[in-house]
């Protein structure tokens, strides 16, 4: 199947390439399909001083901020 160009430009719209090579979505870090990222991450925002062992919740809400994956 052929995608016409509106068609792969309104698919790229939300993302942009920083100068140091980092890929946002709609300005949040995008993260690979990487299990091992992922989990890097959550823990970093659930386990931190700062966050407290936060609940599912506040957690997410602390990746959201910053991190997006599908």
């Known amino acids: 199947m052929l995608l016409r160009n509106e068609e792969v430009r309104d698919a790229l719209e939300p993302f942009t390439l920083e100068e140091d090579g980092l890929l946002l979505h709609d300005g ?9 990222i992922k ?5 970093s925002c659930h386990d931190s001083r700062a966050a407290g062992h936060l609940g599912q919740e506040k957690t997410l809400e602390l990746v ?6 599908p």
Not at 64 to 69: A, E, P, Q, T, V
């Open 39 to 43: 989990l890097k991450i959550l823990r």
């Open 64 to 69: 959201s901020r910053d991190y997006y994956w």
């Open 28 to 36: 949040l870090v995008y993260v690979l399909a990487n299990d091992a």
